[in-house]
């Protein structure tokens, strides 16, 4: 059990927006503004989209937007593309005893 | 542009100790500010962070396999290397090397921030 809990699943249309959840606890999510989220294309290494809570690495599609609100971190992808079809992870600092904690991941299909 | 790259044996017999080194190019592994980390990813399942290390040796690792692992640093060949001893089936994993950002370094905290970029990882399987 991962934990940091995420939906298993989203879809949604192209153009259209979705949002993935990642909700934690007071200890990880909701006390540090450290979230990050990954994407993972099928057989490929995890990509950084968002860290610090809403920061884009340079190269990362402004489509991509990250928010918090509580123990709960949100990605959002607007203007859905074929291209973005792929599992998506959270990952949160968790303080000085646990560190560094995931998400179980969440799959994204473009209908 | 910095590169990692995972190489080590594919294949691992129960109670061994499983080895993997990561190459870093294109960029020094002695960089101030930044870690060497290692995640792994059973198949179909999620990712584990496992440890990280700075280019002085100093180590951090994930508590739940924390008796098992064992990172160190080879500044000379640019390269981190990964050890977990006495492994069984559960360990069966793609294993990822990533450059880690941490800050606000003790000898037995950070404050850990993002992974990027990642090696394309290595299947290690656990079986006799």
């Known amino acids: 059990q991962s934990a940091l809990t995420q939906p298993a699943s989203v879809s949604g249309s192209p153009g259209q927006s979705i949002t993935i959840s990642c909700t934690g606890t007071s200890s990880d999510v909701g006390s540090y503004n450290l979230v990050s989220w990954y994407q993972q294309h099928p057989g490929k290494a995890p990509k950084l989209m968002i860290y610090e809570v809403s920061k884009r690495p340079s190269g990362v599609s402004n489509r991509f937007s990250g928010s918090k609100s509580g123990n709960t971190a949100s990605l959002t992808i607007s203007g859905l593309q074929a291209e973005d079809e792929a599992d998506y992870y959270c990952c949160s600092y968790a303080g000085s005893s646990t560190y560094v904690v995931f998400g179980g991941g969440t799959k994204l299909t473009v209908l | 542009q910095l590169q990692l790259q995972e190489s080590g044996p594919g294949l691992v017999k129960p109670s061994e100790t499983l080895s993997l080194t990561c190459t870093v190019s294109g960029g020094s592994i002695s960089s101030s500010s930044y870690y060497w980390g290692w995640i792994r990813q059973p198949p179909g399942k999620g990712l584990e962070w496992i440890g990280s290390?700075?280019?002085?040796?100093?180590?951090y690792y994930n508590p739940s396999l924390k008796s098992r692992v064992t990172i160190s640093v080879d500044t000379s060949k640019n390269q981190f290397s990964l050890k977990l001893s006495s492994v069984t089936a559960a360990d069966t994993a793609v294993y990822y090397c990533?450059?880690?950002?941490?800050?606000?370094?003790?000898?037995?905290?950070?404050?850990?921030?993002?992974?990027?970029?990642w090696g394309q990882g290595t299947l290690v399987t656990v079986s006799s």
């Open positions: 290390i700075y280019y002085s040796g100093s180590t």
């Open positions: 990533a450059r880690h950002l941490g800050f606000d370094c003790s000898s037995t905290s950070c404050y850990w921030n993002w992974f990027d970029p």
